[in-house]
């Protein structure tokens, strides 16, 4: 996956918050694979949640976006093909986000 950038790149106001958000992505990525591996679906759902809301205060999207998505598939008690699915797609974007560069 090609790297994603936030759309705060360019604001010096945010590039500290949004170098934050990159540099726990990988770790809420594992912790994303974590609770899937061990069929903690509500904490998968609260997870979820939190990086559909966070994905777009931090200028990343696509992160709201893959977020909502397994959020509703929880939601909706979807088939564990498309909860595993939707988990991996949202841990693949969250380890392609990147922080502004220089600063």
Request: glycine share 10%; aromatic share 4%; with cysteine.
């Amino acid at each position: 996956m090609d790297p994603i950038r936030s759309v705060y790149e360019n604001d010096s106001d945010m590039a500290d918050l949004v170098r934050s958000f990159v540099a726990e992505a990988p770790n809420r990525a594992q912790l994303l694979d974590d609770l899937l591996s061990g069929g903690e679906l509500d904490e998968l759902q609260r997870l979820a949640h939190q990086l559909k809301g966070a994905g777009g205060g931090y200028g990343f999207t696509l992160v709201t976006d893959v977020a909502a998505r397994l959020e509703d598939a929880l939601k909706e008690g979807a088939a564990e093909s498309v909860i595993k699915e939707r988990t991996s797609t949202l841990c693949e974007v969250l380890r392609a986000v990147r922080a502004p560069e220089g600063g």
